[in-house]
């Protein structure tokens, strides 16, 4: 397994990491995921650290802290071996004190999620979304506070957008807070809004990327294609609406790439699609979910080899959109280019 920095940071995390939503699952969205109890998770665990994959990623609003209390089990005994990531901020009940990152809802929060995780500290803690009713300065400020008492090692967002994460980064230098190193972030061959702005900014500013949903929502596991109907188990008939969209004609100029290269490689259609952003700018880890040992022993054989610069450049052609304003005079006009050139 490669480990690679994460962003501008000490901390090396593997290019794979396993996304522990499937943990616990319950409701309309997670319960769609997987419903992994203690003893199949600690299976899946051990399957990860055999293959070098020590970063778990999980959030306090999974299954309503469900995920958090199935992995603290899966790792019990073993915490040293392994990286913890978990996300706050989304709402965790219906009172005015239940969602946000206030300095009361994060401490609260953070206490909550060791005490799930059974562990006295988080390797990396994300805000899963940004709060415009909080100052920025108090959440920083709360933050390093967290740090420096040794609840968390890093800090890190998800899902932010360019001038959020701008702002913080701002803020943090000029106060000397703990600074964000990670962004958790949407990237996929049918979903490539990342590259637009957040990747620049994570180039410049040292914040790694975390990609969740490398597989375009369920979309590119090679069991979706055109012509055909959607298989009749696919997670998507429940979950479709809950995930980012995508044209189907895109989908399937997408698969159509996919597969072709599938054959030429004798690897399968998703491990293709995780390839391929493995092989992304500021990327520091794919986070890959799995049900079951046959699906994660799947999803790890994405890494470890590299497609061919003509089957990136193929799979790029296939995937590509035009870019939103203010992005596409710097792709299409020759100025622009030479003063702004793309990332990627």
């Not at 920025?136 to 933050?143: A, M, R």
């Not at 040292?206 to 997670?235: C, D, F, H, M, N």
């Not at 054959?263 to 794919?286: D, F, H």
Request: overall charge neutral; glycine content about 10%; proline content about 6%.
């Amino acid at each position: 397994m490669d480990y690679r920095p994460l962003g501008a940071s000490g901390l090396k995390v593997p290019a794979l990491s396993f996304g522990a939503g499937t943990f616990g699952g319950s409701g309309p969205l997670f319960g769609h995921w997987g419903n992994s109890d203690a003893k199949e998770a600690r299976r899946l665990v051990d399957i990860c650290l055999e293959a070098g994959v020590n970063l778990f990623d999980t959030a306090d609003v999974y299954s309503n802290g469900a995920s958090e209390e199935v992995l603290g089990k899966a790792i019990k005994g073993r915490r040293d071996a392994v990286l913890i990531s978990t996300k706050t901020s989304l709402p965790m009940g219906d009172g005015p004190a239940d969602w946000g990152s206030s300095r009361s809802r994060l401490i609260r929060s953070v206490d909550a999620a060791l005490k799930r995780l059974g562990t006295d500290y988080i390797d990396l803690l994300q805000l899963h979304a940004f709060d415009a009713s909080t100052p920025v300065e108090e959440v920083l400020s709360t933050l390093d506070d967290l740090v420096r008492f040794g609840k968390l090692r890093y800090v890190g967002v998800s899902n932010f957008s360019g001038w959020q994460v701008m702002k913080s980064l701002g803020l943090a230098e000029k106060h000397g807070y703990a600074r964000y190193v990670a962004h958790q972030v949407y990237y996929s061959l049918v979903g490539r809004d990342y590259e637009w702005e957040l990747m620049p900014l994570g180039l410049d500013q040292g914040v790694g990327a975390l990609v969740w949903s490398p597989l375009g929502w369920g979309r590119l596991t090679g069991k979706i294609r055109r012509g055909q109907p959607l298989p009749e188990k696919s997670r998507l008939h429940g979950t479709a609406d809950f995930g980012p969209p995508v044209e189907n004609e895109h989908l399937f100029k997408v698969v159509d790439a996919l597969e072709a290269v599938a054959a030429e490689t004798g690897k399968t259609v998703p491990q293709i699609a995780i390839n391929w952003l493995l092989q992304r700018p500021t990327v520091a880890s794919v986070i890959i979910g799995a049900r079951n040992e046959e699906q994660l022993r799947q999803n790890l054989g994405a890494a470890g080899w590299a497609l061919t610069p003509e089957q990136i450049r193929a799979l790029d052609e296939a995937s590509a959109v035009t870019a939103p304003y203010p992005y596409f005079p710097y792709r299409r006009q020759e100025g622009f280019a030479r003063l702004n050139p793309p990332a990627v």
